[in-house]
């Protein structure tokens, strides 16, 4: 699968230092037709074979989604994904059997990289070049490898995830958020999962989708 939650806040098992990062929601929706209340217990769905950040994913939505009273479940060691691919019919009757009467299922929408370079202090010697007539590869690349100035690079990573949930037995979307979270090279990844999720299981809440 070309997305998938691998690139997902690259991913939550990198461990890093504090740093800046950014999660919001940048859209929800709720199903004009859905009249119920709070879903009664939901399977959780991190769509990423690496089984540390599916596990880290699931988990931290139960524990979010458990703490104000919410039946909730993680899948990673009910159902593996190519299982759950493979018979869509024998995957719901596992969750169903588990208790679940609706799904969760977290995926990668998109995501870029964006690095920056900054020249901060001036050129220690670079060697000149006059002309062109006599200026071939090896005097370019003098130019080039001879700056020795110092150079300041960062790098920042956008990633949109989509949440969404549905009716386990009649596999209607109920609700979806489509959020983005920006990452400063020197993010902690792992605190800002937290912030993501919470995020994201108190807008199910405000939509009445939650206990």
Same mark, same amino acid.
């Given at each position: 699968?070309?997305?998938?939650?691998?690139?997902?806040?690259?991913?939550?098992?990198?461990?890093?230092?504090?740093?800046?990062?950014?999660?919001?929601?940048?859209?929800?929706?709720?199903?004009?037709?859905?009249?119920?209340?709070?879903?009664?217990?939901?399977?959780?769905?991190?769509?990423?074979?690496?089984?540390?950040?599916?596990?880290?994913? @699931?988990?931290?939505?139960?524990?979010?989604?458990?703490?104000?009273?919410? @039946?909730?479940?993680?899948?990673?060691?009910?159902?593996?994904?190519?299982?759950?691919?493979?018979?869509?019919?024998?995957?719901?009757?596992?969750?169903?059997?588990?208790?679940?009467?609706?799904?969760?299922?977290?995926?990668?929408?998109?995501?870029?990289?964006?690095?920056?370079?900054?020249?901060?202090?001036? @050129?220690?010697?670079?060697?000149?070049?006059?002309?062109?007539?006599?200026?071939?590869?090896?005097?370019?690349?003098?130019?080039?490898?001879?700056?020795?100035?110092?150079?300041?690079?960062?790098?920042?990573?956008?990633?949109?995830?989509?949440?969404?949930?549905?009716?386990?037995?009649?596999?209607?979307?109920?609700?979806?958020?489509?959020?983005?979270?920006?990452?400063?090279?020197?993010?902690?990844?792992?605190? @800002?999962?937290?912030?993501?999720?919470?995020?994201?299981?108190?807008?199910?809440?405000?939509?009445?989708?939650?206990?």
């Amino acid at each position: 699968m070309k997305h998938r939650i691998k690139h997902l806040i690259i991913a939550a098992g990198a461990l890093c230092l504090c740093g800046c990062a950014s999660s919001s929601i940048k859209q929800s929706w709720k199903a004009p037709a859905y009249q119920g209340g709070p879903v009664q217990k939901i399977a959780v769905v991190a769509v990423d074979e690496r089984g540390l950040v599916r596990q880290g994913f @699931e988990n931290r939505f139960v524990r979010d989604l458990r703490g104000n009273g919410q @039946e909730a479940t993680a899948t990673f060691e009910l159902l593996g994904l190519p299982e759950i691919k493979a018979d869509k019919a024998a995957a719901a009757a596992r969750l169903a059997e588990a208790g679940a009467t609706a799904v969760l299922v977290v995926r990668l929408v998109d995501q870029a990289t964006y690095s920056r370079e900054v020249q901060a202090t001036h @050129e220690r010697w670079v060697p000149t070049v006059t002309g062109y007539a006599g200026y071939g590869w090896y005097d370019c690349y003098s130019v080039a490898f001879m700056n020795m100035g110092t150079t300041w690079g960062s790098t920042t990573q956008k990633v949109y995830l989509d949440t969404s949930l549905f009716d386990l037995k009649t596999g209607q979307r109920l609700w979806s958020a489509l959020t983005l979270t920006t990452l400063k090279e020197d993010a902690d990844r792992l605190a @800002e999962v937290d912030s993501l999720v919470g995020k994201v299981v108190v807008a199910l809440r405000q939509d009445g989708l939650v206990r």
